[in-house]
C-alpha cells in the first residue's frame, strides 16, 4: 500500500484511491477538480487551507490502511 506524505500531490491521492476525497471535502477542501489539486501538494494545499498537514496526513494514511 502507498503511503501518503506532506509532499503527495493532491490528484495523486485521489488516484490511489478517490474514497479519501470526502477527508478533502470536510476541512474545507472543495476545489479537488481543479487544474491545481493536479501540482499543488498536501503541505501546500494545508497552507492555503489552515490544516495542520501531518493530521491530514495521518487521518489519509489511516483510512487508506483500513482499506
Do not use: W, Y
Not at 31 to 47: D, F, I, K
Amino acid at each position: 500500500m502507498a503511503s501518503v506524505t506532506k509532499d503527495t500531490i493532491i490528484g495523486d491521492i485521489l488516484d490511489m484511491d478517490r474514497t479519501t476525497a470526502p477527508l478533502f471535502l470536510e476541512i474545507g477542501m472543495h476545489c479537488l477538480g481543479c487544474p491545481a489539486s493536479r501540482g499543488e501538494t498536501l503541505e501546500q494545499a494545508c497552507m492555503v487551507h489552515g490544516v495542520d498537514p501531518d493530521e491530514l496526513v495521518k487521518k489519509i494514511n489511516d483510512h487508506m490502511n483500513k482499506q
